[in-house]
C-alpha cells in the first residue's frame, strides 16, 4: 500500500484512473496482482458501490481473486485469540453501530445500531475497539468506559484475516449504514 484514498464527493468518478495511475507509477501488471482486498463499509452508498464495482470488474477480466473485509473484522484483528468477546464500535452520522466477535473473530452481533446509553449501560465492560480515525467522533463519555481500546487500522493486517479464512470470497456485498 502506498497510496489512501480520502473520500470526497469526486473520488468516485476518479478512482478508476487512481487505480491505474498507481499500477503504472509502480511498474506493476495486472497479470501480475494475485488478490484484490476491498474494503466492504461500512460507508457511503456511492462509495461502496463504486470500490466494489471496479474492484469485481478488475477482478472478473484479470481473473484476479477478490475478498472482501468490513472496518467491524479489520479493527479487532489485534485482539484475534487474545479476548472471549470483542465489540467493534463506529459512529456514523450521528449514529452508532456495533459489531461483535468471539475470540476468533467470529461474528457474534452482526453490525447494528445502538444508542450512547445501550453502550454505556450493556457493554460497560467488555473489550471495545475504535477505530483511531473514527475516535474524534465519539462522545467523551464513551470514551472514558473500562476496556476502550483505540486501534489503528492496519492494511498489512489484512493479510492476517486472509491467512485465517475471515475474508469474505463469495459474492462480496457492500455493508451501508444509514
Do not use: C
Not at 453501530?97 to 460497560?124: A, C, G, H, Q, R
Amino acid at each position: 500500500f502506498s497510496k489512501l484514498l480520502q473520500s470526497d464527493k469526486y473520488i468516485n468518478d476518479l478512482m478508476a484512473k487512481y487505480i491505474l495511475d498507481f499500477i503504472e507509477e509502480n511498474h506493476l501488471k495486472l497479470e501480475n496482482i494475485e488478490q484484490i482486498f476491498v474494503n466492504q463499509g461500512p460507508g457511503s452508498f456511492s462509495g461502496l458501490r463504486s470500490s466494489l464495482a471496479i474492484a469485481k470488474g478488475i477482478s472478473l477480466s484479470k481473473n484476479i481473486n477478490l475478498y472482501g473485509y468490513n472496518t467491524f473484522m479489520w479493527s479487532g484483528v489485534k485482539y484475534y485469540n487474545k479476548e472471549k468477546n470483542i465489540i467493534s464500535l463506529i459512529k456514523i452520522r450521528e449514529k452508532y453501530f456495533i459489531s461483535k466477535f468471539d475470540n476468533k473473530l467470529k461474528v457474534i452481533i452482526k453490525p447494528k445500531e445502538v444508542s450512547k446509553s445501550e453502550i454505556i449501560e450493556n457493554y460497560y465492560d467488555i473489550l471495545k475497539i475504535v477505530p483511531k480515525n473514527i475516535s474524534k467522533k465519539i462522545d467523551e463519555k464513551i470514551l472514558k468506559l473500562n476496556n476502550l481500546v483505540i486501534v489503528d487500522l492496519n492494511h498489512e493486517e489484512l493479510e492476517f484475516l486472509y491467512l485465517q479464512g475471515l475474508l469474505n470470497n463469495d459474492l462480496i456485498k457492500p455493508l451501508y449504514l444509514s
